[in-house]
T-cell receptor, first 114, second 118 residues
Framework: GESVGLHLPTLSVQEGDNSIINCAYS??????FIWYKQESGKGPQFIID?????DKRQGQRVTVLLNKTVKHLSLQIAATQPGDSAVYFC?????????????FGRGTSLIVHP | DTGVSQNPRHKITKRGQNVTFRCDPI?????LYWYRQTLGQGPEFLTY????????KSRLLSDRFSAERPKGSFSTLEIQRTEQGDSAMYLC????????????????FGQGTRLTVV
C-alpha cells in the first residue's frame, strides 16, 4: 500500500542548533503536504504547508523542502528552542473523488536539550 | 477561543457502554474531520463531512461508530458497545474548502477527547 512515513522516530538536538526532520511519501498523486507539531496531550498544530508545484517554502524559523523526484519532504527548524520539543508529523493530501483527506505518517519526536 | 473545540477532554467508560463526543469547528469552516490517534502513532482518518453531508468513511469506522453533523456546524461521534480497543485520542479538525484556484487549505485540530475503556 501507499503510505507516509518518517525516517527517524526520535531526534535529539541542543538548543540553538538547527533541526532537520525527514519524511518519505510514496503516493505520487499527493499534491499537498503539511507539517504538524503535536505537544503532549494536545491536538496537532499546523506549522507550514507546501504544494507539489513548489520545491521550498519558508516560514518563521521553519523551512519545508520537497523533492518530488525521490518523494521526500523535510522540515528544517532554525535555532531550535526548548519549546520546539514535540512530535512532528508530515501529512499528505491526495485528491480522492473530489475529497482532500490528510493522511499522516507515524511522527518524529524532537527533543531539545537546553 | 475561536479554534476547534472538543468535549469532553477526557472520558472513562466501562466496556459495553455507549459514549458520545462533540466537536465544534471553526465557525466558517465547512469541512469537518474525525481522526483517531493511539499512543506513538499518527492520527488515522475516520470520516469527514462537508457541511452536513458525510462524504467519506474509513474502513476503521466500524458499524459501532456513527458520526453526525445535522446542521452543518457541530458534529458528534458516537461509539456503541465500547471495547478496550477503542481506547484512543479522538481528534476533530475543520477546514475551509478553497477556491478552484486554491483548493488546498490546512485543517485545524482540536485538543481531542481521550477515551479510556476499562
Amino acid at each position: 500500500g501507499e503510505s507516509v512515513g518518517l525516517h527517524l522516530p526520535t531526534l535529539s538536538v541542543q538548543e540553538g542548533d538547527n533541526s532537520i526532520i525527514n519524511c518519505a511519501y510514496s503516493n505520487s498523486a499527493s499534491d499537498y503536504f503539511i507539517w504538524y507539531k503535536q505537544e503532549s496531550g494536545k491536538g496537532p498544530q499546523f506549522i507550514i504547508d507546501i504544494r507539489s508545484n513548489m520545491d521550498k517554502r519558508q516560514g518563521q524559523r521553519v523551512t519545508v523542502l520537497l523533492n518530488k523526484t525521490v518523494k521526500h519532504l523535510s522540515l528544517q527548524i532554525a535555532a531550535t528552542q526548548p519549546g520546539d520539543s514535540a512530535v512532528y508529523f508530515c501529512a499528505e493530501r491526495t485528491q480522492s473523488g473530489g475529497s482532500y483527506i490528510p493522511t499522516f505518517g507515524r511522527g518524529t519526536s524532537l527533543i531539545v536539550h537546553p | 477561543d475561536t479554534g476547534v473545540s472538543q468535549n469532553p477532554r477526557h472520558k472513562i467508560t466501562k466496556r459495553g457502554q455507549n459514549v458520545t463526543f462533540r466537536c465544534d469547528p471553526i465557525s466558517e469552516h465547512n469541512r469537518l474531520y474525525w481522526y483517531r490517534q493511539t499512543l506513538g502513532q499518527g492520527p488515522e482518518f475516520l470520516t469527514y463531512f462537508q457541511n452536513e453531508a458525510q462524504l467519506e468513511k474509513s474502513r476503521l469506522l466500524s458499524d459501532r461508530f456513527s458520526a453526525e453533523r445535522p446542521k452543518g456546524s457541530f458534529s458528534t461521534l458516537e461509539i456503541q458497545r465500547t471495547e478496550q480497543g477503542d481506547s484512543a485520542m479522538y481528534l476533530c479538525a475543520s477546514s475551509l474548502v478553497g477556491t478552484p484556484m486554491d483548493p488546498n487549505t490546512e485543517a485545524f485540530f482540536g485538543q481531542g477527547t481521550r477515551l479510556t475503556v476499562v
